[in-house]
């Protein structure tokens, strides 16, 4: 069964994907060393979902990722969440 060239396809398909999400998180700017620690736990402990979960949440570094990550990302570069950040406290 898995020996069918289609399957053995796909799987490749998905490590590579994989991959890319699991250095993209590692090398991810936008993130603490904390954040950065938990997105690669998230990918790796739950591969297919956490593959979605990183590319509908996690911050980006010019954000442009769709999702909730996306306005965290906007107000990092324009400066606004440092500024509401130290006003909270």
Request: net charge positive; hydrophobic share 55%.
């Amino acid at each position: 069964m898995l020996s069918s060239p289609f399957i053995i396809f796909l799987i490749v398909v998905y490590l590579i994907i994989w991959t890319n999400t699991l250095v993209s998180a590692i090398r991810n700017p936008a993130l603490t060393e904390i954040g950065r620690f938990m997105w690669v736990f998230i990918i790796t402990m739950t591969p297919i979902i956490g593959l979605f979960l990183y590319w509908f949440l996690a911050p980006s570094n010019g954000g442009v990722r769709v999702g909730l990550g996306e306005s965290v990302a906007k107000a990092q570069m324009t400066g606004i969440y440092e500024k509401t950040k130290w006003e909270n406290r």
